[in-house]
Protein backbone atom coordinates (compact mmCIF):
# COMPACT_ATOMS: atom_id res chain seq x y z
CA UNK A 1 0.00 0.00 0.00
CA UNK A 2 2.83 2.55 1.14
CA UNK A 3 4.69 1.76 -2.45
CA UNK A 4 1.58 2.42 -4.19
CA UNK A 5 0.51 5.41 -2.34
CA UNK A 6 3.95 6.67 -3.30
CA UNK A 7 3.32 6.08 -7.19
CA UNK A 8 0.07 7.73 -7.15
CA UNK A 9 2.13 11.00 -5.26
CA UNK A 10 4.63 10.72 -8.37
CA UNK A 11 2.48 10.48 -10.86
CA UNK A 12 0.59 13.33 -9.79
CA UNK A 13 3.99 15.56 -9.36
CA UNK A 14 5.12 14.80 -12.70
CA UNK A 15 1.42 15.87 -14.26
CA UNK A 16 1.93 18.86 -12.12
CA UNK A 17 5.25 19.32 -13.57
CA UNK A 18 4.34 19.03 -17.04
CA UNK A 19 0.90 20.64 -17.56
CA UNK A 20 1.97 23.93 -17.38
CA UNK A 21 4.86 23.35 -20.61
CA UNK A 22 1.84 21.28 -22.34
CA UNK A 23 -0.61 24.48 -22.23
CA UNK A 24 2.41 26.81 -23.41
CA UNK A 25 3.38 24.31 -26.20
CA UNK A 26 -0.55 24.53 -27.29
CA UNK A 27 -0.75 28.18 -27.42
CA UNK A 28 2.79 28.45 -28.70
CA UNK A 29 2.05 29.35 -33.10
CA UNK A 30 3.10 27.03 -35.27
CA UNK A 31 6.95 26.98 -36.30
CA UNK A 32 6.73 25.09 -40.15
CA UNK A 33 6.93 28.17 -42.71
CA UNK A 34 3.93 29.16 -44.57
CA UNK A 35 4.45 27.65 -48.32
CA UNK A 36 2.68 30.23 -51.25
CA UNK A 37 1.52 27.88 -53.93
CA UNK A 38 3.46 28.71 -57.89
CA UNK A 39 1.05 30.34 -59.77
CA UNK A 40 0.79 30.39 -63.35
CA UNK A 41 3.04 33.57 -64.76
CA UNK A 42 3.63 35.36 -67.91
CA UNK A 43 4.52 33.23 -70.89
CA UNK A 44 7.68 35.08 -71.96
CA UNK A 45 10.46 36.56 -70.53
CA UNK A 46 11.99 40.24 -70.24
CA UNK A 47 9.39 42.19 -73.33
CA UNK A 48 11.14 45.94 -77.61
CA UNK A 49 11.02 48.32 -78.31
CA UNK A 50 14.49 53.53 -77.90
CA UNK A 51 29.00 59.70 -73.86
CA UNK A 52 32.91 64.23 -76.57
CA UNK A 53 34.46 64.18 -79.61
CA UNK A 54 32.05 64.88 -82.46
CA UNK A 55 31.63 62.61 -85.58
CA UNK A 56 30.53 63.02 -89.05
CA UNK A 57 26.79 63.47 -88.69
CA UNK A 58 24.36 63.44 -91.84
CA UNK A 59 22.05 66.61 -92.55
CA UNK A 60 18.83 66.46 -90.50
CA UNK A 61 17.03 63.49 -92.01
CA UNK A 62 13.09 64.41 -93.01
CA UNK A 63 12.41 60.71 -93.96
CA UNK A 64 11.04 58.53 -91.34
CA UNK A 65 10.76 52.98 -86.21
CA UNK A 66 14.98 46.58 -73.42
CA UNK A 67 16.68 44.00 -75.01
CA UNK A 68 19.22 42.52 -73.26
CA UNK A 69 22.79 42.98 -74.65
CA UNK A 70 25.82 40.05 -74.62
CA UNK A 71 28.05 40.81 -71.29
CA UNK A 72 30.64 43.36 -72.24
CA UNK A 73 29.57 44.26 -75.86
CA UNK A 74 27.82 47.33 -76.25
CA UNK A 75 24.32 47.14 -76.33
CA UNK A 76 21.96 47.97 -79.62
CA UNK A 77 19.10 49.17 -77.94
CA UNK A 78 20.68 51.25 -74.64
CA UNK A 79 20.17 54.42 -76.42
CA UNK A 80 16.80 54.07 -76.55
CA UNK A 81 15.56 55.75 -73.37
CA UNK A 82 18.83 58.31 -73.78
CA UNK A 83 17.06 61.38 -72.85
CA UNK A 84 19.00 64.70 -72.69
CA UNK A 85 19.18 66.99 -69.62
CA UNK A 86 16.18 68.71 -68.06
CA UNK A 87 15.20 72.38 -69.37
CA UNK A 88 15.67 74.41 -66.05
CA UNK A 89 12.92 76.81 -66.96
CA UNK A 90 10.22 73.84 -67.65
CA UNK A 91 9.14 72.62 -64.37
CA UNK A 92 8.05 69.10 -64.00
CA UNK A 93 10.25 67.58 -66.35
CA UNK A 94 9.77 63.98 -65.44
CA UNK A 95 9.81 61.98 -69.14
CA UNK A 96 9.75 58.44 -67.53
CA UNK A 97 5.94 58.28 -68.01
CA UNK A 98 4.20 55.81 -69.83
CA UNK A 99 4.50 57.37 -73.12
CA UNK A 100 0.76 56.06 -74.31
CA UNK A 101 -0.22 58.81 -71.65
CA UNK A 102 0.62 61.44 -73.21
CA UNK A 103 -0.84 63.33 -75.65
CA UNK A 104 0.71 63.79 -79.18
CA UNK A 105 0.42 66.32 -81.57
CA UNK A 106 -2.14 65.78 -84.68
CA UNK A 107 -1.24 66.64 -88.31
CA UNK A 108 -2.88 68.38 -90.80
CA UNK A 109 -1.55 66.57 -93.16
CA UNK A 110 -2.92 63.68 -91.84
CA UNK A 111 -5.53 61.96 -94.13
CA UNK A 112 -8.79 61.19 -92.67
CA UNK A 113 -9.47 57.63 -92.19
CA UNK A 114 -13.29 56.09 -92.04
CA UNK A 115 -13.57 54.37 -88.24
CA UNK A 116 -13.79 50.64 -88.74
CA UNK A 117 -17.31 49.32 -87.21
CA UNK A 118 -16.75 48.06 -83.94
CA UNK A 119 -12.86 48.68 -84.21
CA UNK A 120 -11.21 50.98 -81.24
CA UNK A 121 -9.59 54.49 -80.92
CA UNK A 122 -6.27 54.47 -80.49
CA UNK A 123 -4.92 56.76 -77.69
CA UNK A 124 -3.57 59.35 -80.48
CA UNK A 125 -7.30 59.64 -81.51
CA UNK A 126 -6.62 58.59 -85.22
CA UNK A 127 -9.43 56.25 -86.33
CA UNK A 128 -7.82 52.66 -87.38
CA UNK A 129 -8.61 51.23 -90.64
CA UNK A 130 -8.12 47.17 -91.70
CA UNK A 131 -6.02 46.52 -94.93
CA UNK A 132 -6.87 43.78 -97.11
CA UNK A 133 -4.47 40.73 -96.46
CA UNK A 134 -3.37 42.35 -93.07
CA UNK A 135 -4.23 40.34 -89.93
CA UNK A 136 -4.29 43.82 -87.65
CA UNK A 137 -5.64 47.11 -88.03
CA UNK A 138 -3.69 50.28 -88.97
CA UNK A 139 -3.92 54.03 -88.73
CA UNK A 140 -1.03 56.41 -90.40
CA UNK A 141 0.87 56.56 -87.11
CA UNK A 142 1.44 52.83 -86.71
CA UNK A 143 1.97 53.08 -90.22
CA UNK A 144 4.98 55.71 -89.32
CA UNK A 145 6.27 53.27 -86.57
CA UNK A 146 6.41 50.35 -88.96
CA UNK A 147 8.68 52.07 -91.19
CA UNK A 148 10.93 53.76 -88.49
CA UNK A 149 11.19 50.20 -86.82
CA UNK A 150 11.65 48.63 -90.42
CA UNK A 151 14.39 50.84 -91.29
CA UNK A 152 16.63 50.64 -87.90
CA UNK A 153 16.27 46.59 -88.14
CA UNK A 154 17.22 46.44 -91.71
CA UNK A 155 18.61 50.08 -93.17
CA UNK A 156 20.88 50.69 -90.05
CA UNK A 157 24.48 49.42 -88.65
CA UNK A 158 24.86 49.15 -85.22
CA UNK A 159 27.69 52.10 -85.94
CA UNK A 160 24.81 54.36 -86.53
CA UNK A 161 21.32 55.69 -85.16
CA UNK A 162 18.46 57.93 -85.19
CA UNK A 163 17.66 60.93 -82.98
CA UNK A 164 13.91 60.85 -82.61
CA UNK A 165 10.67 61.43 -80.76
CA UNK A 166 10.50 59.13 -78.20
CA UNK A 167 6.66 58.61 -78.10
CA UNK A 168 5.50 58.26 -81.53
CA UNK A 169 8.92 57.91 -83.60
CA UNK A 170 8.21 60.30 -85.67
CA UNK A 171 9.57 62.93 -86.19
CA UNK A 172 13.32 61.51 -87.03
CA UNK A 173 15.75 64.71 -86.78
CA UNK A 174 18.62 63.37 -87.07
CA UNK A 175 20.80 60.30 -88.49
CA UNK A 176 24.17 59.87 -86.47
CA UNK A 177 27.12 58.23 -87.63
CA UNK A 178 29.61 56.69 -85.16
CA UNK A 179 31.53 54.68 -86.86
CA UNK A 180 35.09 54.87 -86.14
CA UNK A 181 34.62 55.68 -82.58
CA UNK A 182 35.17 53.56 -79.35
CA UNK A 183 31.82 52.52 -77.30
CA UNK A 184 32.59 55.52 -74.42
CA UNK A 185 33.11 58.07 -77.14
CA UNK A 186 29.93 56.76 -78.51
CA UNK A 187 28.04 57.41 -75.58
CA UNK A 188 29.62 60.58 -74.75
CA UNK A 189 28.58 62.26 -78.88
CA UNK A 190 25.06 60.74 -78.56
CA UNK A 191 24.94 62.54 -75.13
CA UNK A 192 26.31 65.55 -76.69
CA UNK A 193 23.86 65.52 -79.76
CA UNK A 194 21.00 64.99 -77.64
CA UNK A 195 21.82 67.50 -75.49
CA UNK A 196 22.50 70.41 -78.48
CA UNK A 197 19.17 69.01 -80.32
CA UNK A 198 16.95 69.75 -77.07
CA UNK A 199 18.52 73.37 -76.99
CA UNK A 200 17.81 73.97 -80.35
CA UNK A 201 14.24 73.03 -80.27
CA UNK A 202 13.94 74.90 -77.27
CA UNK A 203 15.02 78.28 -79.01
CA UNK A 204 12.59 77.38 -81.53
CA UNK A 205 9.77 77.40 -79.16
CA UNK A 206 10.87 80.78 -77.40
CA UNK A 207 11.39 82.56 -81.63
CA UNK A 208 7.91 81.23 -81.82
CA UNK A 209 6.27 82.76 -78.47
CA UNK A 210 8.20 85.84 -79.25
CA UNK A 211 7.05 85.83 -82.82
CA UNK A 212 10.83 86.33 -84.13
CA UNK A 213 12.96 83.93 -86.52
CA UNK A 214 15.32 81.52 -85.36
CA UNK A 215 18.68 80.97 -85.83
CA UNK A 216 19.96 78.70 -88.40
CA UNK A 217 19.83 74.92 -85.92
CA UNK A 218 16.52 75.79 -85.13
CA UNK A 219 14.98 76.82 -88.53
CA UNK A 220 16.00 73.48 -89.63
CA UNK A 221 14.32 71.65 -87.29
CA UNK A 222 10.91 73.41 -87.85
CA UNK A 223 9.93 71.25 -90.99
CA UNK A 224 9.91 67.78 -89.36
CA UNK A 225 7.75 68.84 -86.65
CA UNK A 226 3.83 69.41 -87.02
CA UNK A 227 2.66 72.91 -88.54
CA UNK A 228 0.60 73.74 -85.75
CA UNK A 229 2.79 72.96 -82.94
CA UNK A 230 2.86 75.91 -80.53
CA UNK A 231 5.54 76.65 -78.59
CA UNK A 232 4.27 74.43 -75.49
CA UNK A 233 4.25 71.37 -77.89
CA UNK A 234 7.75 72.13 -79.09
CA UNK A 235 9.12 72.27 -75.82
CA UNK A 236 7.33 69.01 -75.06
CA UNK A 237 9.18 67.58 -78.23
CA UNK A 238 12.90 68.86 -76.70
CA UNK A 239 12.05 67.29 -73.88
CA UNK A 240 10.96 63.18 -75.70
CA UNK A 241 13.98 63.71 -77.84
CA UNK A 242 15.68 60.23 -78.01
CA UNK A 243 18.15 57.91 -79.50
CA UNK A 244 17.90 54.70 -81.15
CA UNK A 245 20.92 52.30 -82.34
CA UNK A 246 20.60 50.69 -85.66
CA UNK A 247 20.61 47.14 -85.81
CA UNK A 248 20.80 45.83 -89.41
CA UNK A 249 23.67 43.90 -88.65
CA UNK A 250 22.91 41.82 -85.60
CA UNK A 251 19.38 41.01 -87.41
CA UNK A 252 20.53 39.54 -90.32
CA UNK A 253 23.39 37.20 -87.70
CA UNK A 254 20.13 36.75 -85.56
CA UNK A 255 18.38 35.42 -89.22
CA UNK A 256 21.83 33.39 -89.41
CA UNK A 257 21.56 31.75 -86.14
CA UNK A 258 17.91 31.42 -86.06
CA UNK A 259 17.69 28.80 -88.69
CA UNK A 260 19.23 26.03 -86.28
CA UNK A 261 15.96 26.23 -84.18
CA UNK A 262 13.00 27.51 -86.64
CA UNK A 263 11.61 24.19 -87.42
CA UNK A 264 11.45 22.90 -83.94
CA UNK A 265 10.19 25.89 -82.47
CA UNK A 266 7.49 26.29 -84.47
CA UNK A 267 7.02 22.18 -83.60
CA UNK A 268 6.52 22.99 -80.14
CA UNK A 269 4.52 26.54 -80.05
CA UNK A 270 2.17 24.27 -82.52
CA UNK A 271 1.91 21.47 -80.11
CA UNK A 272 1.00 24.17 -77.18
CA UNK A 273 -1.71 25.75 -79.81
CA UNK A 274 -0.21 29.06 -79.45
CA UNK A 275 0.77 31.32 -83.28
CA UNK A 276 3.64 29.55 -84.81
CA UNK A 277 4.96 33.01 -85.68
CA UNK A 278 5.86 33.76 -82.14
CA UNK A 279 8.83 32.25 -83.54
CA UNK A 280 10.48 35.65 -84.46
CA UNK A 281 9.74 36.72 -81.20
CA UNK A 282 13.70 36.18 -79.69
CA UNK A 283 14.81 38.90 -82.93
CA UNK A 284 13.28 41.37 -80.86
CA UNK A 285 14.32 39.90 -77.59
CA UNK A 286 17.44 38.51 -78.15
CA UNK A 287 18.86 38.62 -81.99
CA UNK A 288 18.80 34.57 -81.43
CA UNK A 289 22.00 35.50 -79.27
CA UNK A 290 22.22 32.81 -76.53
CA UNK A 291 24.75 34.25 -74.32
CA UNK A 292 22.47 37.61 -74.37
CA UNK A 293 21.48 38.99 -70.68
CA UNK A 294 19.91 41.89 -69.92
CA UNK A 295 20.46 44.32 -67.32
CA UNK A 296 17.75 43.06 -64.99
CA UNK A 297 19.21 39.51 -65.25
CA UNK A 298 16.99 38.32 -68.50
CA UNK A 299 18.87 35.63 -70.02
CA UNK A 300 18.33 33.08 -73.35
CA UNK A 301 17.36 33.53 -76.66
CA UNK A 302 13.43 34.33 -75.08
CA UNK A 303 14.95 36.23 -72.43
CA UNK A 304 13.24 34.73 -68.61
CA UNK A 305 14.15 36.73 -66.03
CA UNK A 306 15.02 34.41 -63.05
CA UNK A 307 11.44 34.30 -61.41
CA UNK A 308 9.38 34.31 -64.38
CA UNK A 309 11.56 31.30 -65.48
CA UNK A 310 11.39 29.06 -62.71
CA UNK A 311 7.62 29.02 -62.80
CA UNK A 312 7.95 26.72 -66.11
CA UNK A 313 11.49 25.18 -65.93
CA UNK A 314 14.32 24.24 -63.52
CA UNK A 315 16.53 27.98 -63.10
CA UNK A 316 19.28 27.60 -60.77
CA UNK A 317 23.50 27.53 -60.65
CA UNK A 318 23.94 24.33 -61.40
CA UNK A 319 21.37 23.97 -64.29
CA UNK A 320 19.74 26.61 -66.13
CA UNK A 321 16.92 26.23 -68.42
CA UNK A 322 16.44 29.37 -69.90
CA UNK A 323 20.09 28.86 -71.92
CA UNK A 324 18.32 26.03 -73.49
CA UNK A 325 16.48 26.94 -77.02
CA UNK A 326 13.96 24.39 -77.29
CA UNK A 327 13.23 24.02 -73.39
CA UNK A 328 12.53 27.83 -73.02
CA UNK A 329 10.42 27.42 -75.58
CA UNK A 330 8.61 25.39 -74.16
CA UNK A 331 8.31 27.22 -71.23
CA UNK A 332 7.38 30.21 -73.43
CA UNK A 333 4.65 28.33 -75.08
CA UNK A 334 3.20 27.54 -71.67
Not at 36 to 50: D, E, F, Q, Y
Not at 59 to 75: E, H, K, R, V
Not at 102 to 131: I, Y
Amino acid sequence: MRATNWLICLLAASLLVATPALAQDRAAPSAQPEIAPKLPGPSAGAPLPAQAPPAATHAIDPATPSTGSQAGALDPMEFSDVEPPADEDAGDTAIQDDVEQQETVEEPSTPHVPPVAGAPLPRHGVPVQSTPGEPFPSSPIVEQQKDFWVRVFTKLPTDHGLLHDGRISNPVYEELDLSGLKPKEQRQFVKHRLTEVSAYLRDLADATERGTEPDEQARRLRPQLPANASPDDIREFSRRLRFQRGLSDRFEAGVVRAGSFDGEIRKILGEYDVPEDLVNLPHVESSYNNATRSRAGAAGIWQFTRGTGKIFMTVGYEVDDRLDPLVAARAAAK
